[in-house]
C-alpha cells in the first residue's frame, strides 16, 4: 500500500555532510509526521528527527544544530541534511511515516529499507 525509497547514504568523513532522502508513495493520509530513525548493529533504534505536515520539527539532543529535516509535501519526500557527522552518526538510517485518523482510530505506520551511513576516516 505505501512504500517509502531511501537515498543518499554512504561513506563521510568526519565533519562532512550528506543529505538523504526518502519518497514515499501509496495512499498516505495528508495529515501525518515523516521521520527519520537510526540504528547500530547490537543496538537500540532511535529517534534522529521528526517532521510535521505544518513543519513542525523534532530532534535527537544529539543531532541538534547538526542536522536539518525537512519536507515536500507536493513530492511526499523528506529529505535529512546532515553536517559535522561524527563516527558515533555511523547506522542504519530509516525514514518513517505515520498517521492516525482521530483518536479512535488505529496509527498506521510505514518503514522504508534503510540506508546505511558510515562515518569514519
Known amino acids: 500500500q505505501v512504500q517509502l525509497v531511501e537515498s543518499g547514504g554512504g561513506l563521510v568523513q568526519p565533519g562532512g555532510s550528506l543529505r538523504l532522502s526518502c519518497a514515499a508513495s501509496?495512499?498516505?493520509?495528508?495529515?501525518?509526521?515523516m521521520g527519520w530513525y537510526r540504528q547500530d548493529p547490537g543496538k537500540e533504534r532511535e529517534l534522529v528527527a521528526t517532521i510535521t505536515s505544518i513543519g513542525s520539527t523534532n530532534y535527537a539532543d544529539s543531532v541538534k544544530g547538526r542536522f536539518t529535516i525537512s519536507r515536500d509535501n507536493a513530492k511526499n519526500t523528506v529529505y535529512l541534511q546532515m553536517s559535522s557527522l561524527k563516527p558515533e552518526d555511523t547506522a542504519v538510517y530509516y525514514c518513517?511515516?505515520?498517521?492516525?485518523?482521530?483518536?479512535?482510530?488505529?496509527?498506521?505506520?510505514?518503514w522504508g529499507q534503510g540506508t546505511q551511513v558510515t562515518v569514519s576516516s
Open positions: 501509496g495512499s498516505i493520509f495528508s495529515i501525518n509526521t
Open positions: 518513517n511515516v505515520r498517521w492516525r485518523r482521530g483518536v479512535w482510530a488505529r496509527e498506521s505506520e510505514y
